[in-house]
């Protein structure tokens, strides 16, 4: 689709709806289609990230341990693939190296219908996370190739409202399964979700301009030259690692609150879902805004520490709910998960201003790769830390916590201004 055709488009609406669907849609065309491909592939995310270890245990019939195992050990291989996926982009190009990603991640993705055996399952599993890690590292340095660079935050910042719509759209699409729960069922979403990656990787081919590898650029890449500097650099290392923890927020909200909320809180059980609900809708909302002001470096470390400093305020807010009379613990831990929403899209848009700005231009690939092995480990041994820490050890548990993000968002500036 081309800009001309995106335009005729919209002139062929209504006039009253064609100015509320311009406002709705952003200017550039690149982020345009960026926005259909991520919304395509996040609808599927959601339903598979809903359905899949329901598959595997209800329906292959695995143990839950064993299903637990087989994700941990995947989880290991994702976090390593994120720098040498980075560096392959920064030698053969972003967009190549993104196709190949994701028609491999579809196709084990279809192969999870066709499993038997729980070694060929953990086969899958691990591709299935190399891919997605990796394609996340790539995604970060094609984002840098094709939105300008004044824009990039921004961009992502669009991109990260569309994909939580995608994926709420997923998720609503698995409740119906789930309702079905037949065999059939499962294994339709299952090959939904597998031929989104073919789609996208197809509208990545077609609708994506990427600026071609120049020769110095490709030699650089191809002697290391990227991956050296990032390894080197012990400032963009610090921000990965503080980056890392303000990414157990996600940890967080996704386990740690409604296991409080269940075993910890006399608030009513719904809420255990209705802070996912909370924290998509604000985040959907208020994302793109957030990342205004995030245009000077030290400004986006500011902007950092702001939703580090929130996200920090939500844990001390939802430490209290414990103890209090159901309905004014529900209203505490809304608070506290409004706080943590706050935070989340502070935090995430002065992250990306520092994942790129810190970054070599030339080597965005190598850089990306690093920044997102951070964000990777921390997903990977967040639950732990949120179980046996946090919700082991109640409300010191969330003290630490929340000493934990204050910490890294005041050493993020500190970092910046030396």
């Not at 009379?325 to 935070?343: F, K, R, S, T």
Request: aromatic letters at 6%; a positive charge.
């Amino acid at each position: 689709m081309t800009a001309t055709e995106l335009a005729a488009d919209e002139a062929a609406l209504p006039s009253h709806a064609r100015s509320r669907f311009a406002r709705l849609l952003p200017q550039d065309p690149a982020l345009r289609r960026l926005s259909v491909i991520t919304l395509i592939n996040t609808a599927g995310n959601g339903l598979s990230m809903t359905l899949s270890v329901l598959f595997f245990t209800r329906i292959l019939g695995f143990g839950v341990a064993q299903v637990g195992v087989v994700l941990t050990v995947a989880g290991a291989f994702g976090l390593a693939a994120g720098m040498p996926a980075g560096w392959l982009s920064d030698r053969f190009g972003p967009k190549p190296v993104l196709v190949v990603l994701l028609v491999a991640q579809g196709v084990c993705s279809v192969g999870y219908v066709l499993v038997h055996d729980l070694a060929v399952f953990a086969v899958l599993a691990c591709l299935v996370a190399v891919t997605d890690r990796g394609g996340m590292a790539v995604r970060g340095a094609l984002f840098a190739e094709v939105l300008p660079q004044d824009g990039r935050v921004a961009g992502r910042a669009y991109l990260r409202s569309v994909t939580n719509i995608g994926i709420g759209l997923g998720t609503v699409a698995a409740a119906v399964v789930l309702q079905l729960d037949s065999r059939g069922a499962y294994l339709a979403a299952l090959l939904f979700d597998g031929a989104t990656y073919g789609v996208i990787a197809v509208m990545y081919l077609l609708m994506v301009h990427v600026p071609p590898r120049t020769a110095e650029h490709a030699a650089e890449a191809k002697a290391g030259g990227g991956m050296r500097a990032v390894l080197r650099d012990g400032r963009y290392l610090a921000a990965t690692g503080l980056n890392a923890v303000i990414t157990l927020q996600f940890v967080m909200i996704e386990v740690g609150v409604p296991l409080w909320v269940v075993r910890e809180t006399d608030a009513p059980r719904w809420m255990a879902a209705g802070a996912l609900l909370v924290n998509t809708g604000l985040v959907i909302a208020l994302q793109v805004r957030a990342t205004r002001g995030t245009e000077e470096i030290g400004a986006a470390a500011r902007v950092f520490r702001r939703g580090a400093l929130l996200v920090a305020g939500s844990c001390a807010v939802l430490a209290l709910a414990a103890g209090l009379p159901g309905w004014v613990a529900a209203l505490v831990i809304a608070v506290g998960v409004g706080l943590q929403a706050l935070g989340e899209v502070y935090s995430q848009a002065g992250a990306w201003a520092l994942g790129y700005d810190l970054a070599k231009e030339h080597a965005q690939g190598a850089y990306q790769g690093v920044f997102s092995t951070g964000m990777s480990g921390a997903m990977m041994f967040g639950p732990v830390l949120i179980t046996s820490v946090v919700i082991a050890n109640g409300t010191a548990g969330w003290l630490l916590l929340a000493a934990m993000f204050a910490a890294a968002g005041v050493g993020m500036t500190m970092l910046v201004r030396r």
